[in-house]
């Protein structure tokens, strides 16, 4: 059987290049669309002879007609959700208007669209369930929630076929600070810090909680959303669990072997004290749940951090030695 062709926004991104390599190890022909503002070929390495690349803006309707016609369109590229009321404008160019290209895109192709959306869209809640009103506290949650809204009207105007899948936050191997665009998840902000022996700062109190999905699990399951037969559907992406922020700073310690206490600095605009997001749905559909306990993916991750940070230092003196 000929298995489908694979576009995949953002894919040289942190979920992205996890999900590209799964793709290329089940055999599937991928295309990864990026413009390299938040992801990295370097990502792609280990599968970059094996896959087709093209640098463009989501933004820009051009690339459109540049790319061959793929079955699935995994659609991850975004502008992060931290720098969204910095820049409101850009936030609807990518996270909107670029949207709204795939669904373009995917019209002219008759593909199938998988989304990343975000649970915060939820706003603060306890085990949210996906039929749960929005209540959106950033533009990036609008946008997203827009777009949520915009393949629905595809669906139903064009037959787009589409699954959105809510994710909470992920976490993993790859996943870099970005502070051009404030983009500071929890574990690599603290790993990244601690692993330099440098202050990490706790914006709030540190008892706000969140939904932590380790970024294989993610991958698992949007792989799965590949036979998925329906036309129109939304699943949380989650554990279900909370984490107090304060307990991933001590677990992240505790990996990196140093002793430290956090400095603590004011809530940060948008920021949601719980979270935590059911999953039976995605259990029930898809048959996929979190394999990975939280403890264990922090060690995973600053594990990889460690390695990925002894890879840079001997290249930069391979480099020096070879100069």
């Known amino acids: 059987m000929v298995k489908e062709k694979i576009l995949v926004t953002g894919g040289a991104g942190f979920v992205g290049s996890h999900l590209v390599e799964e793709l290329v190890c089940s055999s599937y022909s991928v295309t990864v669309l990026d413009d390299l503002s938040n992801g990295s070929r370097d990502n792609l390495r280990s599968v970059i002879d094996r896959i087709k690349f093209k640098l463009a803006d989501i933004s820009r309707k051009d690339w459109i007609s540049k790319i061959p016609r793929a079955h699935v369109v995994f659609h991850l590229a975004c502008h992060p959700r931290s720098f969204s009321f910095a820049n409101p404008q850009k936030d609807v160019c990518v996270n909107l208007i670029g949207s709204v290209n795939v669904l373009e895109y995917a019209r002219k192709h008759d593909a199938r669209i998988v989304f990343s959306s975000n649970s915060g869209i939820y706003g603060p809640c306890v085990l949210a369930k996906e039929n749960d009103a929005a209540s959106c506290l950033t533009p990036y949650d609008v946008d997203k929630y827009s777009t949520e809204l915009m393949l629905g009207a595809y669906n139903k105007q064009y037959g787009i076929k589409s699954i959105i899948f809510r994710f909470a936050t992920i976490y993993g191997p790859r996943q870099r600070v970005n502070e051009k665009y404030g983009w500071r998840p929890v574990v690599a902000t603290f790993a990244t810090r601690l692993l330099r022996s440098r202050p990490v700062t706790i914006f709030g109190d540190g008892h706000q909680t969140r939904d932590l999905v380790y970024v294989k699990d993610v991958s698992d399951a949007l792989l799965r959303s590949i036979r998925y037969k329906g036309d129109f559907d939304i699943f949380n992406l989650s554990t279900g ?33 719980r979270m935590s997001y059911s999953n039976e749905k995605i259990r029930r559909k898809l048959g996929w749940r979190p394999r990975t306990s939280v403890e264990e993916g922090i060690r995973l991750t600053v594990d990889a951090m460690r390695k990925e940070a002894a890879r840079v230092r001997k290249w930069v003196q391979d480099s020096g030695a070879l100069s």
């Open 241 to 273: 669990r909370e984490t107090k922020v304060i307990d991933v700073f001590r677990m992240v310690s505790r990996f990196v072997g140093v002793k430290a206490s956090p400095r603590h600095g004011p809530p940060l605009p948008g920021d949601i004290r």
